[in-house]
């Protein structure tokens, strides 16, 4: 069973359409992270998010990208104006005991056409 | 980015072979050292988590870490087909929580 819920699943939208993928943790944790998957590619670093507030993002997650937890238990990954080359799966994490643990959900894959 | 290098594979080995898994990593700085497995299209799966050099076993898997030469291996021993899966390594400085930096991933295929 996951540790996170993703949702959608799958989601197919138009380049520079704003997309909104979501994560529900299965219990209470303060440490987030979301990181991508291109076809073929590493899994990478997006962001970490603690305690309501982005602790760590890399050079991926620029503008274009937000992340907040609304009602302080969805967490959220907006892509503001999508590209082709954020076609992707997109994994949310939540963080363990040990550093560097970190359990994924099955993931949300995004195709932009 | 070359934190981490795995090579990709395709491994293809018989059922109840030993397989063995490696990646090299370029910073002297990380600490802690994972493995994951990850199914087509899924999440990838926590298997084994070392910190620093050592050895660590879990059942038929064993997690080596080399700090000196700057390489982690994963063997699984006893094979079984329904460990066909990619496996990635996976490392963390320490320095920032959940920073993980992956390796590309080794496609396993073990045939009955």
């Known amino acids: 069973e996951p540790e996170v819920t993703q949702t959608p699943s799958h989601q197919v939208t138009q380049m520079g359409q704003e997309v909104i993928l979501r994560c529900v943790p299965i219990?209470?944790?303060?440490?987030f992270y979301w990181y991508r998957q291109i076809l073929g590619q590493k899994v990478e670093f997006l962001v970490s998010f603690y305690n309501n507030e982005i602790s760590e993002k890399s050079e991926i997650f620029d503008d274009q990208f937000s992340v907040e937890r609304p009602d302080g238990s969805n967490f959220t990954l907006k892509i503001r104006s999508t590209k082709l080359e954020d076609s992707a799966m997109y994994f949310c994490a939540r963080s363990g005991v040990n550093t560097g643990e970190l359990f994924f959900g099955e993931g949300s894959r995004l195709t932009v056409l | 980015q070359k934190e981490v290098e795995q090579d990709p594979g395709p491994l293809s080995v018989p059922e109840g072979a030993i397989v063995s898994l490696n990646c090299t990593y370029s910073n002297s700085a990380f600490q802690y050292f994972m493995w994951y497995r990850q199914y087509s299209r899924k999440g990838p799966e926590l298997l084994m988590y070392?910190?620093?050099?050592g050895n660590k076993e879990d059942g038929r898997f064993t997690a080596q870490v080399d700090k000196s030469s700057k390489y982690i291996s994963l063997f699984i021993r006893d094979s079984q087909p329904s460990d066909s899966a990619t496996y990635l390594c996976?490392?963390?400085?320490?320095?920032?929580?959940?920073?993980?930096?992956f390796g590309r991933g080794t496609q396993l295929t073990v045939w009955p």
């Open positions: 996976a490392i963390d400085r320490g320095s920032t929580l959940g920073r993980l930096y």
């Open positions: 070392t910190y620093s050099s």
């Open positions: 219990s209470n944790h303060l440490y």
